[in-house]
């Protein structure tokens, strides 16, 4: 009843919704029992009772059973992620957000890991007289674009080389290794002044360069609205906590890392490492295809229909590595 309403439910009304053939005494002697347990709690004296997280956790472990997906949410699902197959980051954006209007809740994905994914191919483009585009072609499908601040008298020619060797010696090889080796791999590998000071500059910043890891975009959220809309959101302070866990991406992204292989995963309230988390739900499972891997899944309240949510939640991981593959 409390996860339909937001409303503590009390003995009178559990008994006369169930009919369980037992008196609203008995109903709330066992209450009683239940609160002294752990499982339920009071948030006002004069109120009924509301489950705690050990009783979600409880529920979710030893009595829910999982409800697959309708027919409707899987139609739903497979059309908003089939129109984006070619860019995983923006399938990943349509999946959050699809999750996010099925279940109400926010939808949540975070993008691939990079550093173990193998560089196909890199090109080098002059955007103006000192700085370089550097597109990184990675195997998966995956494109990233950083830009790459050069003396302005380094000549055409000597980028193309460049991009030339760049190829001959990086690609084939993951971005991981490639900070780790770049200096071997580069080194003496033009003679031309132009081409070693170009050179030189990949040597010395390339920690940064080849590391991705940092995309600002690695957490991709669905719409916030339909989670505001939910009762816990109504006073202030909640209101603000939402707000600011949408803005900080590094405190969900920190949430969300550890996921990445650990298939289905589900943390309630103060089972959280956060404690700002402690009023949320994390429904997750990781995806995994070749190279790339990372998660999928919804933030909400406590109160959630944790069978319906599981079930979509998994049902989503495996449509992102069906068009992925």
Known sequence: MYVETAEPAGSQTIARRFGLGVS????????SELEEQGYLFHPHTSAGRVPTDRAYRAYVDRVMRRSPPSQQDRSALEAGLQTSRAAVEEMLHRAAQVLGVLTQELGVAVGPALD???LDRLE????????????????????????????????PEAVQRIAQVLNERLAGHTLQDIRATLPERLRDADGSAAGRELLNIFIAEGDGIF????????????????????PEFASSPRMRNLLQLTERRDLLRQALEARRRSGLSITIGGENADPRLTDLTLVTSSYRIG???????????????????????????????GLLE
């Open 24 to 31: 609203s005494a008995t109903i709330r002697s066992i209450m």
């Open 116 to 118: 173990t994914v193998v």
């Open 124 to 155: 080098l483009v002059r955007v103006s007289a000192d700085r370089l585009l550097l597109v990184f072609n990675l195997r998966s499908g995956v494109v990233r674009t950083i830009f790459v601040q050069v003396p302005g008298s380094v000549a």
């Open 211 to 230: 590391d991705l890891a940092d995309e600002p975009n690695a957490v991709l959220l669905s719409s916030a609205q339909m989670l505001a809309e939910q």
């Open 291 to 321: 190279d790339l891997s990372g998660v999928i899944g919804v933030i909400g309240p406590t109160r959630m229909p944790y069978d319906k949510i599981i079930g979509l939640v998994e049902h989503t991981s495996q449509l992102v590595e």
